[in-house]
């Protein structure tokens, strides 16, 4: 098999904090959201190549990234854009990296900045037992969360229907960006394309894939994050450090308080500083500060400010109006 890593996006509603990095590289404790996904698909004898799709602005940082990692298998794929605006959509960009890259063998295409509780081989010897295209599906509990996803509707482990953000979901199932497909379904994708249909999100192949070839599910529970969103990456940290906290040994405390679930790396100082649900990037420092769900990038300093829900972009400096 091979697999697809998908890392293309720009994280718009993440902005400042991933305006000039890949919301991948987000940390999750010691590692990063992509790099637990490298990590499962590099222990996994059936992947024997894995293409990290990314675009013109961040394949630097990929370039960069895989050069300092340990991971064999990952390569880059770069789709040629620079911009929200100029993206050919998941569907359409898959496409291309196929044809781009000349695979000819089944496919894992699995979202760079999902964080899953389920095991990516256990996904795969599912796949390998049903040998149709197979989608990984969760219950998020909320109609109102599943309008953003794609309903998935089951007859036992069969899909029978699918709806990409519907308006008014019938129920939670939802798909999460995690697929695999037998080379014969992706010699479809030109199909689907040349139809007309739409190019986006994966979601909707789906959908018109049901239609076509028996397709399956595996459903599994635990924990799902779509780090789309500062809550969606706070919520993530959460379930990672599971009520504790993580501080670099190079950080300096004094007279600091730290709460639940809050990161803080290399070189931050924090002097009277309470802290609360909250992760703040290298070199920053905090003064005199009450922060609770909130983002502080690097090199940033903060003084006498009661903070929630901020996300605050790198190299800011914000004292309460006093300078």
């Known amino acids: 098999m091979k697999a697809v890593v998908l890392a293309g996006g720009y994280a718009t509603r993440m902005w400042p904090i991933?305006?000039?990095?890949?919301?991948?590289?987000?940390?999750?404790?010691?590692?990063?959201?992509?790099?637990?996904?490298?990590?499962?698909?590099?222990?996994?004898?059936?992947?024997?190549?894995?293409?990290?799709?990314?675009?013109?602005?961040?394949?630097?940082?990929?370039?960069?990234?895989?050069?300092?990692?340990?991971?064999?298998?990952?390569?880059?794929?770069?789709?040629?854009t620079t911009e929200e605006d100029d993206k050919f959509g998941v569907v359409g960009a898959l496409a291309q990296l196929i044809d781009r890259e000349n695979v000819d063998d089944d496919l894992l295409v699995i979202a760079g900045d999902n964080l899953i509780s389920f095991a990516v081989s256990d996904f795969l010897d599912y796949f390998e037992a049903h040998d149709a295209p197979t989608l990984a599906a969760y219950d998020v509990g909320s109609r109102e969360k599943a309008k953003s996803y794609g309903l998935?509707?089951?007859?036992?482990?069969?899909v029978v229907d699918f709806q990409e953000k519907p308006d008014d979901p019938k129920s939670t199932l939802v798909s999460i960006a995690c697929y695999a497909f037998?080379?014969?379904?992706?010699?479809?994708?030109?199909?689907?394309?040349?139809?007309?249909?739409?190019?986006?999100?994966?979601?909707?192949?789906?959908?018109?894939?049901?239609?076509?070839?028996?397709?399956?599910?595996?459903?599994?529970?635990?924990?799902?994050?779509?780090?789309?969103?500062?809550?969606?990456?706070?919520?993530?940290?959460?379930?990672?450090?599971?009520?504790?906290?993580?501080?670099?040994?190079?950080?300096?405390?004094?007279?600091?308080?730290?709460?639940?679930?809050?990161?803080?790396?290399?070189?931050v100082t924090l002097e009277g500083t309470n802290l609360?649900?909250?992760?703040?990037?290298?070199?920053?420092?905090?003064?005199?500060?009450?922060?609770?769900?909130?983002?502080i990038d690097e090199g940033t300093r903060i003084e006498d400010l009661d903070l929630a829900g901020a996300l605050i972009g790198a190299h800011t400096t914000i004292t309460n109006g006093t300078e």
């Open 18 to 80: 991933t305006k000039h990095r890949p919301k991948m590289f987000l940390p999750i404790g010691e590692s990063t959201v992509i790099d637990r996904i490298f990590t499962e698909l590099e222990t996994d004898d059936r992947i024997d190549e894995v293409y990290v799709s990314t675009n013109e602005r961040f394949a630097p940082d990929f370039e960069a990234h895989l050069a300092d990692s340990e991971f064999d298998k990952p390569r880059l794929s770069v789709e040629e």
């Open 182 to 267: 037998p080379q014969e379904s992706l010699d479809l994708l030109p199909t689907y394309l040349e139809d007309g249909n739409n190019p986006d999100e994966p979601g909707w192949f789906v959908q018109w894939l049901q239609n076509r070839e028996a397709t399956y599910a595996y459903t599994f529970e635990g924990a799902w994050f779509d780090i789309g969103t500062p809550e969606s990456y706070l919520d993530a940290v959460a379930w990672h450090l599971d009520g504790d906290s993580l501080v670099a040994d190079s950080a300096t405390l004094e007279d600091a308080t730290i709460g639940e679930n809050v990161h803080v790396m290399d070189d």
């Open 276 to 295: 609360e649900h909250t992760v703040i990037f290298p070199d920053a420092t905090v003064t005199n500060g009450d922060i609770r769900r909130s983002i």
């Open 152 to 158: 998935v509707d089951l007859d036992g482990d069969r």
